[in-house]
């Protein structure tokens, strides 16, 4: 099995870089009030090697450093590099990877608001342009996973029901960065970690505005799609004038 030793010096100067990254990532999900404990992770893929890092399993936080962070292998899931073991959510992570070129960094917590919609097996609508400047459409939730599923490589399947449903529904994951997972909580990505959290902050957020709006008015439904349309093309499309860039 091959180490970190068995790469080179660009592919070993990346590692270091992304490691100290997604350490400090990891403060601002506290500091958004995303996680509990330990209840998290941040991942980020290589532009070098097809490998990531992620954080280790169970350990808090305040206690993490970059040299905690685990480096893994997406060719074989196992770890390559790191004294501690990988996250527990590893293999839903590798999975993701390999099906979505496009994304280069995830999260996933289990912040309240959202994880309410997961639990409840609810999607959550595009209703207002919050969401729409983010999120091409609703952000949806997977099918119950089976008995089986559940019993047999459990972490693998969870990211294997989350690819069923976009491409059951023709859903673009750069387009919808986020899914929630019933009866388990949100996954969020963009083109590296840092998006991916701040994917998980709005995502968050359009979660809380859903679940009042509904209270509010449970008749409320999906914004008209020529605001959506405005609001998600205007940072994102092919004539994009939002921002300095």
């Known amino acids: 099995m091959a180490t970190l030793a068995d790469?080179?010096?660009?592919?070993?100067?990346e590692v270091k870089q992304v490691r100290e990254v997604v350490a400090t990532l990891h403060e601002q999900l506290i500091k958004w009030n995303l996680?509990?404990?330990t209840a998290g992770n941040v991942s980020q893929r290589?532009?070098?090697a097809d490998l990531m890092v992620i954080k280790p399993s169970g350990v808090?936080?305040?206690?993490m450093t970059a040299d905690d962070i685990v480096l893994v292998s997406l060719e074989t899931g196992e770890r390559?590099?790191?004294?501690?073991?990988?996250?527990?959510d590893t293999p839903t992570h590798v999975e993701l990877y390999?099906?979505?070129?496009?994304?280069?960094g995830i999260v996933h917590t289990h912040s309240r608001w959202a994880t309410s919609f997961a639990q409840a097996g609810v999607g959550i609508d595009a209703m207002g342009t919050t969401q729409g400047d983010y999120f091409y459409g609703q952000i949806p939730c997977t099918r119950s996973m089976t008995p089986e599923e559940i019993k047999d490589a459990y972490e693998k399947n969870t990211g294997l029901v989350i690819i069923e449903e976009f491409k059951r529904r023709g859903i673009d994951p750069a387009q919808v960065p986020a899914v929630l997972v019933h009866n388990h909580g949100p996954f969020t990505w963009g083109k590296d970690a840092d998006e991916a959290v701040y994917h998980a902050v709005v995502l968050e957020e359009v979660a809380f505005m859903n679940f009042h709006?509904?209270?509010l008015n449970p008749a409320a439904g999906p914004m008209p799609q020529v605001l959506l349309d405005k609001h998600y093309l205007r940072k994102h499309g092919a004539n994009a004038y939002y921002g300095q860039g």
Do not use: C, M
């Not at 808090?60 to 206690?63: A, F, I, K, R």
């Not at 390999?98 to 280069?104: K, Q, V």
């Open 46 to 48: 290589l532009h070098t």
């Open 213 to 215: 709006a509904k209270l």
């Open 60 to 63: 808090e936080y305040d206690e």
């Open 98 to 104: 390999r099906a979505f070129p496009s994304i280069g």
């Open 7 to 13: 790469y080179g010096p660009e592919v070993r100067a």
């Open 35 to 37: 996680v509990v404990w």
């Open 80 to 88: 390559v590099e790191g004294r501690l073991k990988p996250s527990s």
